[in-house]
């Protein structure tokens, strides 16, 4: 199970297993992470969970947030990467405890391409089985709206779109090909007619998206 390991001046304090969806982190009470210190924010950051990775998210804080030296608004996780939160770290770790940690700054950093409302994590980084599917051509299509007739390619390892706090899903490019997840919000997104809830849902060429009132056709032509 992920974990995140909140530490002050190189000493770790808490291990905290990621068990939601949404891990609130900032200043207030109401936080599941409070960091009760100068330069956090009171709401100052989430890191997002679903069954393709996690992703940190710097909820507009006054001071921001850096990971592995950078400063980001987004970012997909991978093991290891270290978020700097004013006078504290917090360490990502896949299946680490307390006791084997190390705090490593790295160089690595992901990009990521705004689009409106749709955004795209650019930093793949599964395995060939992931490459292969990447090497076909596979789109979403806004089909009403402000955005009708835009395409993105999905050709990176998470596509989300929605606002967050509002509402989010992610498409995602797993060993089995591609999926989508919802991540936030009250309404779940919708595929051929059938709510997918909480689970993962498979995509096929042609498969009709319904999210919080737009429409959306996934095209995939192997």
Not at 61 to 69: D, R, Y
Not at 173 to 181: A, E, F, K, M, N
Request: aromatic fraction near 4%; include cysteine.
């Amino acid at each position: 199970m992920p974990t995140i390991i909140l530490a002050k001046d190189g000493i770790a304090l808490q291990e905290f297993p990621l068990l939601k969806e949404r891990t609130s982190i900032g200043r207030r009470s109401y936080n599941d992470i409070v960091i009760d210190a100068a330069g956090i924010s009171a709401e100052h950051a989430v890191i997002i969970s679903h069954p393709v990775g996690c992703y940190f998210e710097d909820l507009g804080s006054t001071n921001g947030s850096q990971i592995n030296g950078r400063v980001v608004t987004k970012h997909l996780l991978e093991d290891s990467d270290v978020i700097a939160l004013a006078t504290h770290t917090i360490q990502y770790c896949a299946t680490a405890s307390m006791d084997d940690s190390i705090m490593v700054l790295a160089d690595n950093i992901s990009g990521m391409e705004d689009l409106g409302d749709i955004q795209q994590i650019t930093e793949p980084s599964y395995r060939d089985s992931i490459e292969a599917i990447m090497s076909t051509t596979a789109v979403i299509k806004i089909l009403n709206g402000a955005s009708a007739g835009k395409e993105v390619v999905l050709n990176k390892v998470l596509t989300t779109i929605g606002r967050p706090g509002r509402h989010v899903a992610v498409f995602a490019i797993g060993p089995q090909g591609y999926s989508l997840t919802h991540v936030e919000g009250e309404d779940y997104p919708v595929v051929n007619g059938a709510s997918i809830g909480m689970l993962t849902q498979s995509l096929n060429n042609g498969d009709q998206i319904h999210l919080s009132g737009t429409d959306i056709v996934f095209l995939h032509e192997v």
